[in-house]
Structure formats: C-alpha cells, structure tokens
Nanobody
C-alpha cells in the first residue's frame, strides 16, 4: 500500500482543519492506520490511530477531545479532523499503516509523505 497525505495549511488558533490520507493498494482488515506529527526541532510523535476493521481509536493526550480520527473504507481514505487548534499543534503530519495497534513508530511499516499544518496565534 502507498499513502498520500494532504489537507495541511495555515489556520488561526481556535480554527479547524481536516487532513486526509489516501491509500492506494489493498488495506488488510487487520491493518491499523495512524497519524503522527513532527514539530520543528522535535521528534516525531504519535497523534491518533484507528483499526481498519473495527470502531476502535487511540489518541494522544494532547489531542484528545479536539482531534477525531476516522476512515472511509470504500474510498480507502483516512481522516484527521482537527478542531480547536493551538499553535503547539504546528507540525508536519504523517499518516502511516501497520499491523500493530499502538502508539510507537515501529508499529507502523508504511509511511506517507507529510503535510504541513501551521497554526498562528
């Protein structure tokens, strides 16, 4: 599978943005799809994950209640709805696919290119 993330941009604090991740190729029912982000000068960190065949999601504490990870299986697309954005959410956001339902980068084997989200204060 190949992943293509898009939808990033510049938004004011308190605003919303929706990221999309289009997957080409087969996504197995056992797959897990995730979002990570990397802020300037910082390490890449987990944001959210969702099981492809179940209604089960994981969120980082820093985004819980503000971000929603969802999927459109017929369209092979993963989404990240980001509300109440803060300047500290500024980062390059990556989507990823793997078979382990976890928060570690090693749980994911396929990565898309990043999309930049900039939140101005």
């Amino acid at each position: 599978v190949q992943l293509q993330a898009y939808g990033g941009g510049l938004v004011q604090a308190g605003g919303s943005l929706r990221l999309s991740c289009a997957a080409s190729g087969r996504i197995y029912s056992s797959s897990v799809m995730g979002w990570f982000r990397q802020a300037p000068g910082k390490e890449r960190e987990f944001v959210a994950a969702i099981r492809w065949s179940r209604e089960s999601t994981l969120y980082a504490d820093s985004v819980k209640g503000r971000f929603t990870c969802s999927k459109d299986k017929p369209e092979n697309t993963l989404y990240l709805q980001m509300n109440s954005l803060k300047p500290e959410d500024t980062a390059v956001y990556y989507c990823a696919a793997g078979s382990q339902y976890g928060t570690q980068q090693d749980d994911y084997k396929v990565w898309g290119q990043g999309t930049l989200v900039t939140v101005s204060s």
